[in-house]
């Protein structure tokens, strides 16, 4: 099997692994950010560029570096490859060109997007945008339209990472929206609007790394910090039935698939990929319809975790301030 070098740390995958994939295996900060990849679907990745690495040896046999960034997501690692990512300045300085350009588009609307605390784009932008914006022409502007009866399409937000247009193809029967138009014209849109109607439609939501596609049912509702993200099951026949409940107190506010460290959703089983019915996400929305397992363990760096954190903090605090009470009272 190759060996691949990724900022010092050497690892050995099977043939046909991407560099990509491989920075996954060791994890960390060796991750490059992907908008576009996704494993779970075919032929997903190569569009958003955000994954670019410097390869610095190309193999044991060919040991010249690569001229150039290479998508990450697209190419194959190479025995005695060696990769830098978070280690070469000029490279992330290429990223933030990459991410310059995805923003030129994306309007500033976080503090009214329900994506907004779990966003991809909100993180990558933060981490290697710039604060203020170098492009001086008008953006490009549509109006919000419902591709489906529980789908809100805001195309002012979308990279055009194709995503969704994958997981209609792959995952629906059937598919009735994709991207028309080319270059700077590119949008996704349907040709008959509420078109998409698919029972396993809901997942695009899930897949979409921005807030371009909504929950029309809990849109506004509140903000995704504010929830209680709890794992539960249920007996669906269509389905693995495997979800996350965002509740508020006793009140179901939202209902997704179970997603890993990556944003992606996770493998419920025989390897097969967790994707949930649109009856198990928009219409059961009452506890009684689910066997709650627990709190959902949050471990990527989002506001849901840091909320988890002051919530058991305070826990933590209001115990011990309770056994001070008891000990004063018995003293």
């Known amino acids: 099997m190759p060996k691949v070098t990724i900022d010092g740390h050497t690892i050995e995958v099977p043939e046909g692994t991407t560099i990509l994939q491989a920075a996954r295996m060791i994890g960390g900060d060796v991750t490059p950010p992907a908008m576009c990849y996704y494993s779970k679907l075919k032929t997903s990745g190569g569009y958003c560029r955000t994954c670019i690495v ?161 929950d029309r049912t809990f849109r506004f509702k509140s903000r995704v910090w504010f929830t209680r993200p709890m794992d539960a099951h249920r007996d669906c026949k269509t389905c693995c039935g495997r979800v996350v409940l965002y509740m508020s107190g006793n009140e179901v506010l939202r209902v997704s698939a179970r997603k890993d460290q990556w944003g992606e959703v996770e493998d419920a089983s025989e390897g097969r990929a967790g994707w949930i019915c649109n009856e198990c996400r928009f219409e059961k929305k009452e506890l009684k319809d689910w066997t709650v397992e627990g709190p959902r363990n949050i471990d990527r760096h989002s506001v849901i975790s840091q909320n988890q954190y002051l919530e058991k903090k305070n826990l933590r605090i209001d115990v011990s301030n309770q056994k001070q009470i008891e000990e004063k009272a018995h003293n």
């Open 54 to 214: 410097k390869v610095t040896k190309g193999s044991e046999k060919d040991p010249r570096p690569m001229p150039k960034p290479v998508a990450s997501c697209r190419t194959t690692v190479m025995d005695g490859m060696e990769v830098q990512n978070n280690s070469a300045p000029d490279l992330l300085e290429a990223r933030k060109g990459v991410v310059e350009f995805l923003l030129i588009n994306h309007p500033l609307d976080c503090p009214i997007c329900d994506q907004a605390g779990e966003c991809h784009l909100q993180d990558l932008s933060y981490e290697n945008g710039l604060s203020t914006s170098r492009y001086e022409f008008k953006r490009r502007e549509f109006e919000k339209i419902d591709i489906g009866d529980k789908i809100k399409l805001h195309m002012t937000r979308c990279i055009l990472c194709y995503r969704c247009v994958k997981v209609a193809d792959q995952v629906c029967d059937t598919r009735v929206h994709g991207v028309i138009n080319r270059g700077d014209v590119a949008e996704i849109s349907t040709y008959i609007e509420k078109a998409v109607d698919h029972d396993f439609s809901g997942n695009m939501i899930d897949v979409c790394p921005v807030g371009a596609l909504t």
